[in-house]
Structures are given as structure tokens and as C-alpha cells.
């Protein structure tokens, strides 16, 4: 069978989809992934077939339409990215690639609003996949409108999704989220390790905390006073920036992009911007966090994080010290994050999830 991966390109996006693509590919399946070309040095030796532009320049068309909004966080602004701006720079593009692919199931992330386009054009079924907790659903709603009407604008008639596969465990879930659908496959959220490479040289000492703000915040100044604030607290500290970015510190230690899953076994903290796939990480690993969240979902994943009682979220970086000193020395916090750790390994496997994923797509006749 042939399975095409579509995402939005950017690495918070695409990355959680990859453990279930790699279970596909493992049984024999052909797996390829439609996104912009900049994602290839995510996906290694996995099969890209690019199309449209990237983020940078969604982001500057969004702000052109959009007289000035910024679509990094919730809002028309995010709505005109996700749904107008990228399909209309995007899904011819993204078609073509997708006919010489020939798929037979197309899995889109959760607001990747060109695959569902390409499975109404090549009349094969999709799937959702989430990468967080479920967004609010006004915001939601809208995308969902506006890509109704991008479907009608070129003559698709929408096809209903057949299952939403969904690695948000049940730590980050709110009394407030809407019922669980009755097309949902659950999937245990995996760290990303990427391929290759070696093993990072991470110092020996302890406790270390973790200073990481994901790929998509670009703030060298955020990331500088959080580290200048946990190193002050007197922890020894691994921050994921290039060597030489941040002011010297001999407590403080460089080491540039490294999956999560190559470090988080080494920390006894994390300190981050609240980014679904970290978040999910750092729960799934069973370590405390400490969270200043600055754009799109974060805000509502460090309440989430909060409110299972494994983290602290700060406004102010230099809170960031003593915060860590609490989640390190108050029991409570290390509990709730091993509970939710213990939650995650009795969710479903990549391998469980591909299994029902495809046996759903079969029962819908779709196939």
C-alpha cells in the first residue's frame, strides 16, 4: 500500500507523524511525505516530495493579506495560514506530486489543510493526525469553514476523514476538550531521534536541566535570561543552541540541535516554550518542566501541564531558576510527571495504531 504523510512545513508539525510513517515503512509499506523541501533534513533518507513554499514565506504572505497580522499565534491571522494562504501557494503543486505518487491513504496532521484537498481530488480516503491537545474549537471551526470553501472554490466535494489518530495522552487533556470522536485511534507519543550522528557529549554532573524553546521560537534573548536564570539558581545546564550563540557561562553547555529523545534520557528537568512535541516528550520521559510559553499553542499546553500537576509555567525567564529549584526538590512535581510517564507506555504502539488505522480505512470502503 501506498501511504503519502502531509503536514504543514515546519518540524513541530511533521515530526510527530513520523513514528507512525516508520511503522508503515518497517511493514512493507511505500511511505512518502508532502511538505516543502526545507523539511528534508528532518526526514533523513524518507521520501519528500515537495511542494509549496515554506514558513517564512507563509508567514510573510499571511501578513500582506492580512494588513500586518501574525499568524504565529491564534486568530484570523493563523486561520488565513493554515487554510487560505498555503493551500492557494500550495495544492496544485502538492497534487501533481501526489498523482505520480498514486496513494492509496493520505494521513494529514491535524491542521494540514492540503491533503484533505488532494484525497477529495484523487478520491482516496485520509486521516487526521493530531499533534497536540485538541485546539479550541471556535479557532478550529474557522479553518475548518475556510477550507470548505477552498474545496468548493475548485470544484472538490469534501470527503469525510475516516479516523483521527491522536498521541495527546490523558495528562494533557482539559475537562474542557470536546468528547473523544468515534473514529479515534490513540498512539503513544514518541520523542523524536533522528538518524545517525553521534551521541551527544552531555557533562556528567547533576542535577542537569534542559534549556530548549523547540524549532519554532527564534528568541536568542528568551533563551539567554532562561539560561542565565537556572544557571544563577546553580544548576549545570544543556541548552539546544549553536555554540557561541549565548554569553559565556561555564555552567551552561551548547550542543545545537539534538533529538529529544538523545537527550531527555540524561536530565532531571526541562526547561522550554511549551511546544506540543516537547511537552509530550518531556511527560512521556517522566521529568518535571518549567514553561515560558511564547506563541501559537503553547499557552494552552503549559496550563495543561500545569493542571496535571508536573510542571510550572513563568511569565518572567527570571523565574525560571527558582522554578526549576521547586520542581527539583518538591515531590510532587517528579509524581505527577512519572504518573503521566506510566499513563503514556500503556498507550498503543506506532505498530498498534498503523494495524487499526489501516484495518479502519478498509472497513470504510474506501479503499
Keep these: 500500500m501506498r501511504i503519502l504523510f502531509s503536514s504543514v512545513p515546519a518540524p513541530g508539525h511533521l515530526l510527530p ?44 504572505e499571511v501578513e500582506r493579506r492580512t494588513g500586518g497580522g501574525d499568524a504565529r ?47 477529495a481530488a484523487l478520491d482516496v480516503p485520509w486521516a487526521s493526525h493530531a499533534i497536540s491537545a485538541p485546539l479550541p474549537e471556535p479557532l478550529y471551526g474557522m479553518m475548518v469553514e475556510r477550507g470548505a470553501v477552498q474545496h468548493a472554490s475548485r470544484g472538490l466535494r469534501p470527503r469525510n476523514r475516516f479516523a483521527l489518530v491522536d498521541p495527546a495522552p490523558d495528562a494533557l487533556r482539559s ?21 545517525g ?11 542537569l536541566v534542559l534549556v530548549t524553546v523547540g524549532t519554532s521560537v527564534q528568541e536568542p534573548e528568551l533563551v539567554a535570561d532562561l539560561v542565565g536564570s537556572v544557571t544563577r539558581a546553580g544548576y549545570e545546564v544543556v541548552v539546544t543552541t549553536e555554540p557561541g550563540t549565548l554569553p559565556p557561562n561555564p555552567l551552561a553547555h551548547e550542543i545545537g540541535f539534538v533529538p529529544l529523545a538523545r537527550l531527555l534520557p540524561s536530565v532531571d528537568a526541562v526547561v522550554g516554550a511549551a511546544g506540543s512535541g516537547t511537552v509530550m516528550a518531556t511527560l512521556a520521559s517522566g521529568l518535571p ?28 525567564p527570571a523565574e525560571a531558576g527558582p522554578a526549576v529549584r521547586t520542581v527539583l526538590t518538591e515531590p510532587a512535581y517528579r509524581a505527577a510527571a512519572r504518573a503521566a510517564a506510566d499513563s503514556i507506555r500503556s498507550m498503543p504502539s506506532p505498530e498498534e495504531a498503523l494495524t487499526e488505522l489501516l484495518a479502519r480505512a478498509d472497513a470504510s470502503g474506501q479503499l
Design 197 to 207: 550522528g553521534s551521541e551527544p557529549q552531555l557533562p556528567a554532573g547533576k542535577p
Design 289 to 316: 518542566a518549567v514553561l515560558r510559553p511564547v506563541l501559537a499553542d503553547q499557552p494552552w499546553n503549559a496550563q495543561r501541564v500545569v493542571a496535571a500537576g508536573a510542571g510550572i509555567a513563568i511569565e518572567d
Design 73 to 119: 499565534h491564534p486568530g484570523a491571522a493563523a486561520v488565513e495560514l493554515f487554510a487560505g494562504a498555503r493551500i492557494d501557494s500550495t495544492f496544485d503543486e502538492a497534487l501533481a506530486q501526489a498523482r505520480k505518487f498514486g496513494p492509496d491513504v493520505v494521513v494529514c496532521e491535524a491542521v494540514d489543510f492540503v491533503g484533505p484537498m488532494v484525497a
Design 175 to 195: 475537562p474542557d476538550d470536546p468528547a473523544r470522536p468515534e473514529d479515534l485511534i490513540v498512539l503513544r507519543p514518541t520523542a523524536h531521534r533522528g538518524s
Design 17 to 60: 507523524m513520523l513514528p507512525l510513517a516508520d511503522a508503515a515503512a518497517d511493514a512493507g509499506h511505500e511511505v512518502a511525505f508532502l511538505t516543502d523541501a526545507g523539511m528534508a533534513g528532518y526526514l533523513g533518507e524518507r521520501t519528500l516530495l515537495p511542494a509549496g513554499p515554506d514558513t517564512v514565506a507563509l508567514l510573510a
